[in-house]
């Protein structure tokens, strides 16, 4: 069906140049809205009608006409339709569907895979400073960095994960200070236990591995603790060392991976970010009012003018950002993409400001923003806030332990990232359909089971491949053989649209699909080339659950129980 839709494709941009040669279009095909219209939906017609001065449904039937009389459309169309103002409604051939189990088959884990395209992007997410663990807000943007970057691949980007923290700063020395009075014999309640220390039982534990004198090793650091009390910036170091290891730990369980690792104290250290305050100065993008410096951010956007430097000569927190992008763009990437939380909106502006008063030829819109809300956590019916182990609040391994790193990264792509989104603990162990991530996994599961019980009468990989597909004409096998092909167009859409949300309503769908074939028809039937002929189609739904699923990084089983009885119909 990929084949015949592309050459579809071409024969109505024949059709169309030939009615409006002179009006440049390039039509596309659009789905249907109810499936009862047809498989494909052409609105040329009606988007033509103005600039031809042409009744739009006249203008349909002459493309109707028009298309007729492609060699394409006579092999993979059985009707052309109009409807309403123009519309028109195309309703493919069986063998235009049924050539979709053969293509998904011969790509494997490549169908819907784009080649290489030349290009790189960047990805940040996460960025969580070593504070402390890894919170559910940092959960939900690994799963949405994560799954955006392999849905960049998979049309052909050359993908680079990074993680951006701060090593320096207020944050740190707090935690510093904290892990300190911890070693000191302090504890929170104390009455010399500082009111903004971190009160999490990590402390603790950071204290006594510090005076065991133990050696960290994180991914982008190692450090050996010194044992000494009164050494401050020993413990910072250690402390860091530490927290970062905990977060390689967190980020393995949720299967996480990271290319490089770039601190904010580097653009200090290297004097990344008074260089960008000179340029700016020297472009003639700032001025000094009040005793601090300003950038003309209103220039490009912005509702008011932002101070970069302080009176007291320190820098506003926007400025290592717009420091640390020129550095991404100085590298090559010409695409970035953050996934940060909806309390960065406001940098948005000042930072994309910032880039463009440098004058480097940075364009409009850079870097792209994927902005997620917090996740509010439901346990027992009952909202739950804090977790021991922090002090303040759930942490990502707190969601892995309570339920399974496929139900945290299921549903925490399953909806768009700036919507509110609340993870029932109870629902995502639950083994039934009501579980959306169970019942995309059971598809897979039991389209396994099925094959297995195939191979035992004798249906090989060599029976499926040389199957009849023209004998699959039921209305549940077209129904799955349509949301097979959708697949690469959904891949698309979804990395143009930085939205993996589409991937998880994919497989919700394509999953229904399944489950309804498998409720009305049988697979393992006495006419051995039908048999053959679903097993193929069986199997093409397979790779594809599976290729759909490792993009957002959830297993695909091969077996798994559920709470209610079921029958394995064959």
Not at 286 to 315: C, I, N, P, Q
Not at 375 to 384: I, P, Q, S, T
Request: net charge negative; hydrophobic share 45%.
């Amino acid at each position: 069906m990929i084949q015949a839709k592309a050459e579809l494709q071409l024969a109505l941009a024949r059709a169309v140049a030939q009615l409006a040669p002179d009006h440049p279009f390039t039509p596309v095909f659009e789905s249907p809205k109810q499936a009862a219209h047809g498989d494909l939906a052409i609105t040329a017609a009606m988007q033509l009608a103005k600039p031809l001065k042409s009744n739009p449904r006249a203008l349909a039937q002459a493309l109707v006409d028009a298309l007729n009389t492609q060699p394409e459309v006579q092999r993979w169309v059985s009707a052309l339709e109009i409807a309403g103002p123009g519309f028109i409604n195309l309703r493919l051939a069986p063998a235009a569907k049924q050539a979709i189990v053969a293509e998904v088959r011969a790509a494997g884990e490549a169908f819907g895979r784009r080649p290489a395209n030349g290009q790189r992007v960047m990805v940040e997410f996460v960025s969580a400073n070593p504070t402390g663990p890894l919170h559910v807000g940092h959960a939900r943007q690994g799963a949405l960095g994560d799954s955006i970057s392999a849905l960049f691949e998979t049309q052909g980007w050359s993908v680079t994960r990074e993680f951006y923290y701060n090593d320096a700063g207020v944050q740190i020395a707090t935690l510093a200070t904290s892990t300190q009075c911890r070693i000191q014999g302090l504890k929170p309640g104390d009455a010399d236990w500082p009111e903004a220390a971190y009160n999490g039982d990590y402390i603790a534990d950071i204290a006594a591995d510090f005076l065991a004198r133990k050696t960290v090793k994180a991914d982008d650091r190692e450090f050996t603790a010194s044992g000494d009390p009164d050494d401050l910036d020993g413990i910072r170091q250690f402390a860091v060392a530490y927290l970062r290891h905990e977060q390689d730990l967190d980020l393995q369980a949720f299967g996480v991976r990271f290319d490089n690792y770039f601190l904010e104290s580097g653009l200090y250290a290297s004097g990344r970010v008074a260089q960008t305050v000179e340029r700016l100065v020297a472009a003639g993008k700032t001025f000094e009012d009040g005793g601090a410096l300003w950038l003309r951010t209103t220039d490009y956007g912005d509702d008011k003018d932002r101070v970069m430097r302080k009176s007291d000569g320190t820098y506003t927190y926007f400025v290592p950002d717009v420091a640390y992008h020129l550095n991404k763009w100085e590298r090559g990437f010409t695409k970035v993409v953050n996934c940060q939380g909806t309390d960065h909106h406001g940098t948005i502006a000042r930072v994309r400001g910032g880039l463009q008063a440098a004058g480097v030829g940075i364009p409009e819109g850079y870097p792209d923003y994927v902005l997620n809300t917090m996740v509010r956590v439901v346990r027992d019916g009952a909202e739950v806030k804090i977790s021991k182990r922090a002090g303040s609040y759930v942490t990502l391994r707190d969601l892995i332990d309570w339920t399974s790193r496929d139900a945290v990264r299921f549903f925490l792509i399953s909806r768009k990232a700036d919507t509110e989104f609340t993870f029932d603990v109870d629902l995502a162990v639950k083994q039934n359909d009501e579980n959306p991530v169970f019942y995309v996994q059971y598809a897979h599961a039991r389209i396994c089971s099925v094959l297995a019980r195939a191979r035992e009468m004798g249906h090989d990989e060599a029976a499926m491949a040389g199957a009849d597909l023209s004998l699959l004409t039921a209305p549940a096998e077209a129904a799955l053989m349509l949301k097979l092909a959708d697949y690469p167009d959904m891949l698309a859409h979804a990395a143009r649209d930085l939205a993996p949300h589409d991937v998880a309503f994919y497989l919700r769908d394509l999953a229904g699909a399944y489950h309804s074939y498998y409720a009305a028809e049988r697979f393992l039937v006495d006419d051995a080339a039908l048999a053959r002929a679903r097993l193929a189609l069986l199997d093409a739904t397979r790779v594809v659950l599976r290729n759909a699923l490792a993009l957002l990084g959830v297993g695909a089983p091969e077996s798994m129980g559920r709470d209610t009885t079921t029958t394995e119909t064959a």
